[in-house]
């Protein structure tokens, strides 16, 4: 069972959420397993993933922590780790994938030193050697968060002049769309 | 039924998701609904979401956009709203909570303007008339997306000299982590 599930069912729900069962997320699942494994269950957690690629829904998936509920940081680091941690304490367990214990499964090397799979198609073989390899491709280390990133409060709110919307007011006089640098535009026939 | 629900389906789909019925990622739900309604579902979806609270996880559950496939981004502009959009003619619809709307709900305006609910146990009267206003509070525009982010291609990967894990080559020579300037430390007597 990982993250409480059999292969199956862990497969099930990956592809529910993600759309496919992306390497990623699936190496994932069994991070957060080993995580929960040192820390127990028994705490409020937090996350930190550095990576943006499939972690993010491993954490979202298999525990309490999303990016909506501000419990999930993502720090860009390029790395594939991630760490779970108590949000008392600021003690938790970082998990990441270990280069060396990955050559012994050259699908998985070649994947993650980004040679190889850029077709979807050609997972299959990838995702039957993740299997497979479980946490024999895993090492972790007990870490103490030193800079947890805690969602802001609820800043000031405005109604912007222009398009009279609710917005954040330490913006300015108008919100950041009517200032010219929003990210659509409406069509002129709409 | 909102996003394929019944409210007490989606009551339950938050609530395993996101820890509690959020009134944002309530209020999402029904953004999502009409969105869909009328873009159709038949394209690929991307999403923008104006703000972290409550919005990314609404898209992340009933659209198949998440953080970790790529398809969904923050743009953290503090307004209630979110954009769904084709892929490819990056047409879309933008939906928003609109303020003047609200003022028939007493409890989502005070919620919205973050004058109350600091506390998640007087939720319930809000969830209550969120479900009563449903629609009856948003308002949509059709939009073209104008900047769509898409994901960086995996960029050149590098092993740092330090600890030994694969990082982004881009970083130097050893890894953000190992420069100082990571968020963890490992406890000496680890």
Not at 5 to 13: A, G
Not at 21 to 40: K, N, R, T
Not at 70 to 95: E, M, P, W
Request: include cysteine; proline fraction near 5%; charged fraction near 25%.
């Amino acid at each position: 069972m990982i993250c409480g599930r059999t292969p199956e069912e862990l497969i099930h729900d990956i592809e529910k959420f993600h759309g496919f069962v992306a390497p990623g997320l699936l190496i994932g699942s069994y991070m957060v397993d080993l995580a929960f494994h040192f820390l127990g269950k028994d705490m409020e957690f937090g996350a930190i993933v550095e990576t943006e690629y499939g972690l993010p829904d491993a954490v979202q998936l298999f525990t309490p922590c999303t990016i909506g509920n501000g419990r999930l940081h993502i720090q860009n680091l390029g790395k594939f780790a991630l760490t779970l941690y108590d949000r008392c304490s600021f003690n938790g367990c970082r998990v990441f994938l270990d280069l060396p214990k990955t050559e012994k499964f050259p699908l998985i090397y070649r994947w993650f030193m980004g040679s190889e799979f850029q077709n979807k198609q050609s997972y299959d073989p990838l995702v039957r050697d993740i299997i497979t390899a479980g946490f024999g491709i895993l090492s972790h280390n007990p870490v103490k968060v030193l800079r947890p990133k805690e969602r802001r409060k609820k800043q000031e709110i405005a109604v912007c002049g222009q398009c009279r919307e609710a917005y954040r007011a330490k913006q300015g006089d108008l919100c950041i769309t009517c200032q010219g640098k929003g990210y659509y535009e409406i069509p002129r026939n709409a």
